[in-house]
Every structure is written in structure tokens, then in C-alpha cells.
């Protein structure tokens, strides 16, 4: 498949914005996975419980992945679902929460971000039929300072790039997913660091499901601050892209 064969760009389709005018909002889980986020967890949370969505067709389920730190205390203050996932590693906490889900819509982003008001509603209007199985959204750094920061915003987590890959996907920063897809295709792939989300597009592709993308914007508040973090980060989506790689070469030869 070619990037044009998954996607289709909400910008090029018409009527999108009346779809749930005319049809009922869908039951939704929220899902944010975060490990050691005593200091951003909290803002995440109170953005995601000011959306513009009925709440009683939402759920907010918050992974804390092995924290050391005060963020347990810090998401139970708040009336979410609060898990626990011992294995540390983002794909094992959203694996996790997709499990416990009850929505028929999973839409996903981080613990250092923040939703805008409106987001979760442009995610799920564009659910027009039963081959879209994901949308994204674009993700903007709020106020880069530091040289890394400015260069990760430029250059990292672009949705617009990653649309146009062989096989596009979508970054769980800011995603959603139908639900029952992504128990069809067995989850993310837990193993992996990073470039879970690649996988998943890689797998959604290959089974016939398109992706739609939207202009909902969506902030990143903490990107890699330093240097060392920064580089840390890269080497970790480096193994996870070697062992996707690896899977879709092992693929193509059966």
C-alpha cells in the first residue's frame, strides 16, 4: 500500500462536521499512560475533564506505570479510573487500559500534554464508517525554550510526516482508535520502547483500514527538556523501529 491507499485527509472531505449532528455521540475511553508525572500529571487530567463531551458517554482511565513518585496520590484525587501496570513501558500501559475500556472509541495522548476543549469531539465525528480505523491530530509544543525543544517540535512527533509514510500511522500522543480494530489486530506490541504506534499503522494498513487525519490541536507541554534525555529518547525509538523492521521482514518472507 502507498500512504494514499491509508489515509484520508479530513481537510479533503465534505460534510464531516455534521456527522454527529445527525448521529449519537459514541461511548469513549480516554486513555493516558505516565510514569514518574508528579509534576504535569495533574494539568493533564483537569484539560481532559473539561472537554466538551457528555460525560456520562466518557471514561478517563490513567496508567500509572510503575511511578516511584507522588503521582498515584496525585490522579486519585480526581474521579478517573486509576490503573496500575507493574511492567514498565507505555504499549503495556495502553495495552492494559484497553483492556479495562469500555468504550467502543479508545482515544489516546500523554501525561505532559493538554487537550483542547473540543478535542475529543474532533477526533470521533470523523468515524464515518467501519474501514476508518484511527484519527489524529496534530500536536504543537507549547512554548519551546531550550534548542532540543524547539528542534523536537519542528522535527518530531509531525502528523503531517507521518501520514505520508509507505504505511502511515498515527502518534499516541494524540490518536484514537475503534476498539474492536485493535483487539482484531491483538493490541499494541508491548515489547516494543518505542515506534508502537508505527507498528499499529504498519498492521492497521495491512488489514485494510484507512486513517483519517484532523487539524484538532493538541499541546505538548514537557518535550525532552535536556540533552541527555533527548538522546536516551532516540536511542529507544531507534531499537523499537530495528524490531519493527525486523517483524515486517519476517512478514514479507512467509
Same mark, same amino acid.
Given at each position: 500500500?502507498?500512504?494514499?491507499?491509508?489515509?484520508?485527509?479530513?481537510?479533503?472531505?465534505?460534510?464531516?462536521?455534521?456527522?454527529?449532528?445527525?448521529?449519537?455521540?459514541?461511548?469513549?475511553?480516554?486513555?493516558?499512560?505516565?510514569?514518574?508525572?508528579?509534576?504535569?500529571?495533574?494539568?493533564?487530567?483537569?484539560?481532559?475533564?473539561?472537554?466538551? *463531551?457528555? %460525560?456520562?458517554?466518557? $471514561?478517563?482511565?490513567?496508567?500509572?506505570?510503575? =511511578?516511584?513518585? @507522588?503521582?498515584?496520590?496525585?490522579?486519585?484525587?480526581?474521579?478517573?479510573?486509576?490503573?496500575?501496570?507493574?511492567?514498565?513501558?507505555?504499549?503495556?500501559?495502553?495495552?492494559?487500559?484497553?483492556?479495562?475500556?469500555?468504550?467502543?472509541?479508545?482515544?489516546?495522548?500523554?501525561?505532559?500534554?493538554?487537550?483542547?476543549?473540543?478535542?475529543?469531539?474532533?477526533?470521533?465525528?470523523?468515524?464515518?464508517?467501519?474501514?476508518?480505523?484511527?484519527?489524529?491530530?496534530?500536536?504543537?509544543?507549547?512554548?519551546?525554550?531550550?534548542?532540543?525543544?524547539?528542534?523536537?517540535?519542528?522535527?518530531?512527533?509531525?502528523?503531517?510526516?507521518?501520514?505520508?509514510?509507505?504505511?502511515?500511522?498515527?502518534?499516541?500522543?494524540?490518536?484514537? *482508535?475503534? %476498539?474492536?480494530?485493535? $483487539?482484531?489486530?491483538?493490541?499494541?506490541?508491548? =515489547?516494543?520502547? @518505542?515506534?508502537?504506534?508505527?507498528?499499529?499503522?504498519?498492521?492497521?494498513?495491512?488489514?485494510?483500514?484507512?486513517?483519517?487525519?484532523?487539524?484538532?490541536?493538541?499541546?505538548?507541554?514537557?518535550?525532552?527538556?535536556?540533552?541527555?534525555?533527548?538522546?536516551?529518547?532516540?536511542?529507544?525509538?531507534?531499537?523499537?523501529?530495528?524490531?519493527?523492521?525486523?517483524?515486517?521482514?519476517?512478514?514479507?518472507?512467509?
Amino acid at each position: 500500500f502507498q500512504a494514499e491507499d491509508g489515509i484520508r485527509d479530513v481537510e479533503r472531505s465534505r460534510g464531516l462536521g455534521d456527522v454527529y449532528k445527525r448521529q449519537e455521540l459514541p461511548n469513549v475511553s480516554v486513555i493516558v499512560p505516565v510514569h514518574n508525572a508528579e509534576k504535569i500529571v495533574g494539568t493533564c487530567i483537569e484539560s481532559i475533564l473539561s472537554l466538551d *463531551y457528555p %460525560k456520562e458517554k466518557m $471514561e478517563v482511565i490513567i496508567v500509572d506505570n510503575n =511511578s516511584t513518585d @507522588s503521582t498515584k496520590r496525585i490522579i486519585e484525587k480526581y474521579p478517573v479510573k486509576y490503573l496500575f501496570e507493574e511492567k514498565v513501558g507505555q504499549f503495556h500501559a495502553r495495552n492494559l487500559a484497553c483492556e479495562h475500556a469500555k468504550g467502543e472509541i479508545l482515544a489516546f495522548t500523554d501525561g505532559d500534554c493538554i487537550v483542547d476543549k473540543n478535542w475529543l469531539k474532533n477526533l470521533v465525528r470523523n468515524f464515518t464508517d467501519d474501514q476508518i480505523a484511527g484519527v489524529g491530530g496534530k500536536i504543537i509544543a507549547y512554548k519551546p525554550k531550550s534548542v532540543v525543544e524547539k528542534y523536537s517540535a519542528r522535527y518530531v512527533l509531525i502528523q503531517e510526516w507521518n501520514i505520508k509514510e509507505r504505511y502511515p500511522y498515527i502518534v499516541t500522543a494524540n490518536a484514537a *482508535y475503534r %476498539k474492536k480494530v485493535l $483487539e482484531e489486530l491483538g493490541f499494541f506490541d508491548g =515489547s516494543l520502547y @518505542s515506534g508502537g504506534d508505527v507498528d499499529m499503522g504498519w498492521r492497521v494498513t495491512k488489514a485494510g483500514y484507512n486513517y483519517y487525519t484532523h487539524q484538532m490541536r493538541l499541546f505538548i507541554t514537557s518535550i525532552e527538556h535536556h540533552c541527555i534525555s533527548f538522546i536516551s529518547n532516540f536511542l529507544g525509538m531507534g531499537d523499537g523501529m530495528s524490531d519493527i523492521s525486523k517483524h515486517a521482514w519476517e512478514e514479507s518472507c512467509d
